[in-house]
Every structure is written in structure tokens, then in C-alpha cells.
């Protein structure tokens, strides 16, 4: 289809403006596809640093979709909520 043919279909006289809004729907299109997703797996290591936890994630990593952890009790992955907030810390009251 051309952009004179979607033109005539919405009946858009201008043709920059429909240009617009194809380019708006391709990117909405494009930013709504997921591509190359591939599944990860790898044991939690123990850190020299006092870390409690160190992962090695890929490279060419872009997002983490989810986490999951294997439960040893029934053997299934369960996955880990996301915080929506930072989380708070509270400090050891040490006063007298």
C-alpha cells in the first residue's frame, strides 16, 4: 500500500502528516515487539567482596524479562517479585 492509497482511505490531505503517523505506527509497532528472547540459566556464586549474591549476565543483554529461583523443596522455579520502590533500610539503634 502506498501513502497516496492510505491517504485516500482516511482521507488525510496532507501528506506530511500521514507520513507522521506511519512513522508513529511503525515505532509504536517496533517498541510493542519482542525479538531474541532466550532463557538464561546459572547458579548463584558466592563473592570475595561481601556480596551476597553475584550474577554474570550476557553481553548482549538488553532487559531482564523475570528472575526465578529454584525451589529445592518441590523442585520448581518460582519467580521473584520486583520492587516497585527502593527499599528502605533500617539502621541498628544503637543509642544507650
Known amino acids: 500500500m502506498t501513502v497516496l492509497e ?3 482511505r482516511t ?3 496532507n501528506e506530511t502528516l500521514a507520513i507522521a503517523y506511519i512513522k508513529d505506527a511503525i515505532h509504536l509497532i517496533q517498541s510493542n515487539t519482542k525479538e531474541k528472547i532466550k532463557i538464561h540459566k546459572q547458579n548463584i556464586l558466592n563473592s570475595s567482596d ?4 553475584v ?3 550476557p ?7 523475570n528472575v526465578s529461583v529454584l525451589d529445592t523443596s518441590d523442585s520448581r522455579y518460582k519467580k521473584i517479585k520486583r520492587l516497585l520502590n527502593r527499599p528502605h ?5 544503637t543509642s544507650p
Open 6 to 8: 492510505l491517504m485516500e
Open 11 to 13: 482521507g488525510i490531505q
Open 50 to 53: 561481601n556480596d551476597d549474591n
Open 55 to 57: 550474577y554474570r549476565l
Open 59 to 65: 553481553a548482549d543483554m538488553i532487559a531482564i524479562e
Open 89 to 93: 533500610y533500617l539502621l541498628e539503634d
